[in-house]
């Protein structure tokens, strides 16, 4: 992310007027998302800047696709934004993984204890 600092040049500085600053966040993933959000609820304009096209839009995806799953720090950032509750009433809990071992066999990895999600 590139911040507009005063002419300290300490980007710890903030500027007497967020309204006038704007902010380019680079990258859409996770972090920049989330650097976005924040920083849209300190009052500051933002420009968010991504380099892949949006997959919703595209008639394939190649790649292996994956669970996107939460812990606690990631829980504490949506808290932060105002979110949680409502990614938590879209989500299911895990209870593990499993593991594919390359003669085909297959065994659960529980990611806590008795029925710990």
């Known amino acids: 992310a590139v911040v507009s600092t005063q002419s300290t040049g300490d980007p710890s500085a903030k500027m007497s007027s967020t309204e006038e600053t704007t902010v380019a966040v680079i990258g859409a993933g996770l972090v920049g998302s989330l650097t976005a959000c924040m920083l849209a609820q300190r009052g500051y304009n933002v420009d968010l800047y ?11 995806v190649q790649g292996r696709s994956i669970n996107m799953t939460i812990a606690i ?14 990614v938590l009433d879209k989500s ?11 003669d085909g066999s297959t065994y659960p ?4 204890v008795k029925d710990q999600a």
């Open 92 to 102: 299911i809990p895990l209870y593990g993984r499993m593991i594919h071992n390359l």
């Open 109 to 112: 990895v529980p990611y806590g």
């Open 73 to 86: 720090r990631g829980l504490d950032a949506l808290q932060r934004i105002g979110i949680k509750d409502t």
């Open 50 to 60: 991504e380099y892949r096209s949006d997959i919703r839009k595209q008639d394939a």
